[in-house]
T-cell receptor
């Protein structure tokens, strides 16, 4: 069975600090896809990144970076120099061979001014 | 592209009433997913369809819940009878046949069962 665990329920940091959101997944599939979504206070779900299981290169997009490690089944997300606008709930998700897409329970991030 | 369209945006009903949530996926998308979001459980997958056929409904909580996709451009999620514990935000999402493709989410339906 597939599973996504986001152990951090809620995190608070002061603006300009770096913060890492953890995501650990379980799957027996050799081919799968991992995603991160952001849900700001307005409620919509915003796509951030997609990564396939064969590509372990880390990715950086502005202040955002992602670290994918198959050896530890983790796909962690780091925000550098956090800003108040980064306050949101962040979800990690897994899509397996059966195309079922499951989400972790989310991490609520508070960036304090 | 209009995106995934859900209706209504908000629904308030009384316990025991039937509730029907509606979703129009993005044209050309082959997959449609229904999720329920609560504080306790996060985003739970209820059911998903491929080419209008239900593939996995193991997340549907009880027989009170049913979902249909009569054609490629429309899906419904019905709760009958509704209960207060069904109160949640219900999201519909669609995706292209390419498994690499991300999900496109609707704006959600905020359901309150009194």
């Amino acid at each position: 069975a597939q599973k996504v665990t986001q152990a951090q329920t809620e995190i608070s940091v002061v603006e300009k600090e770096d913060v890492t959101l953890d995501c650990v997944y379980e799957t027996r599939d050799t081919t799968y896809y991992l995603f991160w979504y952001k849900q700001p206070p307005s409620g919509e779900l915003v796509f951030l990144i997609r990564r396939n299981s064969f590509d372990e290169q880390n990715e950086i997009s502005g202040r955002y970076s992602w670290n994918f490690q198959k050896s530890t089944s983790s796909f962690n997300f780091t925000i550098t120099a956090s800003q108040v606008v980064d306050s949101a709930v962040y979800f990690c998700a897994l899509r397996g061979r059966d195309d079922k897409i499951i989400f972790g329970k989310g991490t609520r991030l508070h960036i304090l001014p | 592209d209009a995106g995934v369209i859900q209706s209504p945006r908000h629904e308030v009903t009384e316990m025991g009433q039937e509730v029907t949530l509606r979703c129009k996926p993005i044209s050309g998308h082959d997959y449609l997913f229904w999720y329920r979001q609560t504080m306790m459980r996060g985003l739970e997958l209820l059911i998903y369809f491929n080419n209008n056929v239900p593939i996995d409904d193991s997340g549907m909580p009880e027989d009170r819940f049913s979902a249909k996709m009569p054609n490629a451009s429309f899906s419904t999620l019905k709760i009958q009878p509704s209960e207060p514990r069904d109160s949640a935000v219900y999201f519909c999402a669609s995706s292209d046949r390419d498994r690499r493709e991300k999900l496109f989410f609707g704006s959600g339906t905020q359901l309150s069962v009194l």
